[in-house]
């Protein structure tokens, strides 16, 4: 039994609520069957487009019921998880929650290239994970931290010329500028995404959503 979910979109009017609700079209064995609604974490909805259309959707209930009790794992925590009866609402959580993490990593991805690419001789300033405002440097910045004295002139820099600019959220997006020049600058742990000491790529961590919802 194949259960998609294709076209989800946010919906508008719970853009901003606490609990964001998404809509989707419902595929059962590649028939478009209908409609579905999930508020992630907490409902999954979905109704029928027409009778052939609900007899498939009472195909694939009777179908998960007869699955065996399954583990599935909560997201980023080990062998720590919930042993669950299958279920078609199941399955749609599951299917919307495989889209959103698809699309977190895409979208971290493009970030991680942007950092990667304008990063070597300018500074980047942003919210991390959306693509940031550059100011260009005379030198690259591997070649600045080679010399004492011009790591403390880009402490400087940064304390005097990229601090002040910053808007409340922002940060120094760079991924090749050490932690300790940045403090040295005055920017507080909150101000800067990476923190390491030494050149790295940057940290491709894994955001997702909630765990899905039956």
Do not use: W
């Not at 009866?85 to 698809?102: D, G, M, N, T, W």
């Amino acid at each position: 039994m194949k259960i998609d979910v294709k076209n989800i979109e946010l919906d508008e009017e719970s853009s901003k609520a606490e609990n964001q609700i998404y809509l989707g079209d419902l595929h059962i064995n590649e028939a478009y069957v209908g409609a579905c609604l999930i508020e992630v974490g907490i409902t999954t909805l979905y109704h029928a487009r027409d009778e052939p259309a609900a007899a498939l959707i009472t195909q694939a209930e009777e179908y998960f019921r007869q699955q065996p009790l399954t583990f599935y794992p909560y997201e980023n925590s080990g062998k720590d998880g919930e042993l669950l009866q299958p279920s078609l609402r199941l399955e749609i959580a599951l299917k919307v929650h495989e889209h959103f993490l698809k699309e977190a990593a895409e979208q971290r991805r493009v970030f991680d290239e942007f950092i990667d690419k304008n990063q070597k001789q300018a500074i980047i300033i942003g919210s991390p994970g959306k693509k940031g405002t550059l100011i260009t440097l005379t030198h690259p910045i591997a070649d600045i931290l080679n010399f004492p004295v011009l790591r403390k002139d880009l402490a400087e820099l940064i304390r005097h010329s990229i601090l002040p600019k910053m808007e409340e959220g922002q940060q120094v997006l760079n991924t090749n500028i050490p932690v300790s020049i940045l403090q040295q600058a005055g920017l507080k742990e909150s101000q800067y995404f990476f923190k390491g000491e030494e050149q790295q790529p940057p940290n491709k961590k894994n955001n997702g959503i909630n765990g899905p919802s039956g």
